[in-house]
């Protein structure tokens, strides 16, 4: 059904150092060549429009093309930024004279500036394309890998190093590497450390943490220039003192938690049965001496196996007149507080005995990881191979350096007079470190470059990729502090109003969020579909049961089981989408499904697909992950690669063949070196002698 907005008072679509303004002020502020701006932008409100104006708007300053450097996330992105720089740039061109003056205003540039400004916009194109020395819109690590590239030799960054992407096999023999290093008696730290990892964490989820080690290892190698026990040293000061002790043995110590215990004890003591055990175990934990086990057990005596705070019948029988004795009027309230504040007291004490088992872990992954970091730097040496770490890591020492910084200071000053970062929200720390101390070496010189950054932390969703949403803020405070205009919009283009009413409904209680504003002319329907009963759920699943049957592996594919809510939301989704088509007319193509997950994509395809909705799917290997297709798959490698045991065992398996089992055994019980050998041999030995 649709929804409109709920009541709530009025977004500011535009701000400026905190104070609301017009959109034209904002474009003009945003666009100013003389002053650094950061630039807070919600989804759909025209960043890189922004961002390519402020560019427009540097060159007809009288910036070089080659003293800008913009710097966004992927080569599609850059790409992207420098095709619309360079369409604006040709319709100035060759736009009629009215149609120019008005891309220059809606752009923020002055009337006053008009005169001057036009034949210069007119030229633009052309001086873009002929400038020896090109516009720089590059990645990160594009423009690390410039910074590498012009290192001096006495750097100590290696040369003739070929950048790589694929670093799976690189990883996989630096692991194998590793675990063979730890046999050695030079490595008996590591081999330990890592068994306590074992014992902590267990076998998979060690392996997770080590391949999570190595994918920061930028992070890490930066960390040790602080000196070699840096990285424990700074997680034992945000430990605390309960890194060192556990301190669920505090408890003892704590006088009042204990005196508090008792007297709960003491009014359990004059209840039922049950009331009156607690109140023995609860005295019991305390006076049996400071253990993790006797903790456990009063933990118990508070709370369930799932955490649930446990009962006492405290609103009846005797152990009301219990707690209406020793607390008074409303004595039953008072009990039920205390009990839950002090239960509330040990689980606190429970959580800080955690920083204890963080330090521990993270003391033996660092110890086990250093060895797996010198494996994997050891592959990549041997081939020659530099990753996108290394280029963030070098980029970060080189500019860390005193002595490196003043030569690769001078190189970019050379070149670089305007700095524009796009979709800062993605930024890792190493990456905002590099750039930060690139402009701290300024310190106070007028000559510095300018800064313009956009991004928006609420669309940060790199983290996979080490992207740190609370590194824009960092960044927006520290330009302000040197000056920089702190701008911010909340207006879209994309959603219709009763869409972004339900958005600023829905997310106005999340800290990060502010209420937003659309330019969009219609109104737009938002449809709540029910939810999927149990009952519905319980249905589809006796249903599926009784039409279970066999099918033919060769001429039938097999069809994943579903999760049934899925398969009725997938039909109820393609209810509506039909409903929307006969009552409004929609195309197919004005649909867009978007789930959470690929996981669940068959389900809904299923659905549209019953419906005879028409779709192109996003869902990825769904035919080769069918057993059909893996049989075949199978089959040529064996084909390809006669000695392949594993693939010819597949075969035999599948029903191209149809071996069963006890011929398998056969096969592997036989000497020759190969199982094609073996099948031969095999065969051999049953053919007839005319054969």
Known sequence: MPQGRLGMSAPRAYEANGEPVEA???TRIACDPARSVVVEACAGSGKTWLLVARMLRLLLAGAEPSELLAITFTRKAAQ?????????????????????????????????????????????????LASPQSLSIDTFHSWFARLVQIAPLTSGVPHGYALTEATGELVQEAYSRFMQALNDAEHEEARQSLLRLFELVGDSTARKLLDAFLDKRAEWLAS?????????????????????VDARLALWEDDALRGRLLNLARVLGQGAKKNQDRAVAIESALTAGASLENFAALLTQFFDDKGKARGNDHRRGKMLAAVEQHYGANGADRFEEEFLDAGAALLDLQRRSFERLVLELNDALFRVGALYLEQYQSVKAEQRAFDFSDLEWHAYRLLADPEHAAYLQSRLDARYKHILLDEFQDTNPLQWSIVRAWLAAYGDDAQKPSVFVVGDPKQ??????RAEPRVFAAARDLLAEQGAAVLRTNQTRRNARHI???????????PIFSAQTTLASGDGEVWRLPLVSQAEEEAVDEAEAAGFALRDPLTEAREEQEDARRVLEGQAVAQAILQARSAR????SDVMLLVKKRKHLAAYESALRAAGIPFISDKR????????????????????????????????????????DADLVSLAQRREPTWWARLQAEAGELAPPAV
């Open 24 to 26: 034209p002020q904002f």
């Open 80 to 128: 992207e930024m420098r095709e619309r720089l360079l369409h604006l740039l040709h319709e100035l061109a060759l736009a009629p004279e009215a149609h120019v003056v008005a891309l220059l205003r809606e752009r923020g540039l002055p009337d006053a500036e008009l005169p001057r400004a036009m034949p210069l916009a007119r030229s633009l194109y052309e001086r873009v």
């Open 224 to 244: 040790l220039l602080a000196g070699e026990d840096a990285p424990l040293q700074w997680l034992r000061e945000l430990c605390g003192p309960d890194g060192d």
């Open 500 to 510: 972004i009413g339900v958005l600023n409904d829905s997310l106005r209680a999340n």
């Open 585 to 588: 007319g929609a195309a197919w």
């Open 621 to 660: 290997g769904g035919l080769l992950e069918s057993l059909e297709v893996a049989d075949l798959i199978a089959l040529l490698g064996f084909l390809i690669t006669p000695g392949d045991n594993r693939a010819l065992a597949h075969v035999l398996k599948s029903p191209v063949f149809g071996v069963d």
């Open 460 to 465: 940060s969703i790199y983290r996979f990729r």
